[in-house]
């Protein structure tokens, strides 16, 4: 009797699995851990979705992995400059370094795609298919929003910031081709290694349209690559 119990548990807590499966809802079980960038000695946190493994905060350094300095751009004549010579930068949003500690800094897609290496020894800028493999993960554009953004860091938290995954998105604003700043507190989007055409690069973005609401998990490639995003990294 008491074996046939056990089995009666084993089979419902299988279907159980089956019927959220089915319906797009994504149970995890949440493998945190964490790592030191040699280069300033910054840790950062990580979480294992499926069989990536992803940094849980926005990458934040200055230099790229052989020891090389990347410009910070702080005005909007140097951000200009440094995309219509194709060369890397680096900014804060708002050129605050405060918030850096939270968001961590915006990149040039030149800075992402330079042969010395943004991403620490390990680790690299995850490809537009890689994102995508994340996306299909979490449930796909609509449902990936509730599994992915931070509990606290977005207006909307208390409605959509469940972060099941453990991704912790943090919307860490943008730079626009010659300067502007916008989006930091509702505007989650990160560079992708992959190039649409010589002028632009995909991202994966979400942004709060309201107080109530925030777009799907998306990836765009209207944006040019002179302009700056956030950073998130994948283990090779």
């Given amino acids: 009797m008491f074996l046939r119990f056990l089995i009666s548990i084993v089979m419902l807590i299988i279907a159980g699995d089956l019927c959220a499966q089915q319906n797009g809802s994504f149970k995890y079980t949440q493998q945190y851990g964490s790592f030191e960038d040699p280069r300033d000695g910054k840790a950062y946190k990580t979480t294992k979705i499926g069989d990536q493994v992803w940094m849980v905060e926005n990458l934040d350094v200055s230099v790229f992995r052989n020891g090389d300095i990347i410009p910070e751009a702080k005005s909007f004549e140097q951000w200009a400059k440094a995309g219509e010579n194709k060369q890397p930068a680096w900014c804060y949003f708002n050129n605050d370094?405060?918030?850096?500690?939270?968001?961590?800094?915006?990149?040039?897609?030149?800075?992402?795609?330079?042969?010395?290496?943004?991403?620490?020894?390990?680790?690299?800028?995850p490809s537009d298919i890689e994102w995508s493999v994340l996306r299909n993960k979490l449930g796909g554009e609509e449902d990936a929003v509730e599994q992915m953004i931070s509990q606290k860091d977005w207006p909307v938290s208390f409605l959509y910031g469940k972060n099941k995954s453990g991704f912790t998105a943090l919307p860490g604003g943008k730079r626009k081709e010659y300067g502007d700043f916008e989006g930091v507190g509702k505007l989650a989007a990160w560079w992708s290694s992959t190039e649409s055409n010589y002028i632009t690069a995909w991202i994966s973005q979400l942004e709060e349209i309201n107080e109530t609401f925030i777009t799907e998990f998306k990836r765009v490639n209207y944006y040019k690559k002179a302009s700056g995003f956030s950073v998130r990294c994948i283990k090779d």
């Fill in 97 to 125: 370094p405060s918030t850096g500690s939270k968001f961590g800094k915006l990149y040039n897609w030149y800075a992402i795609n330079d042969p010395r290496g943004l991403a620490p020894m390990g680790w690299h800028i």
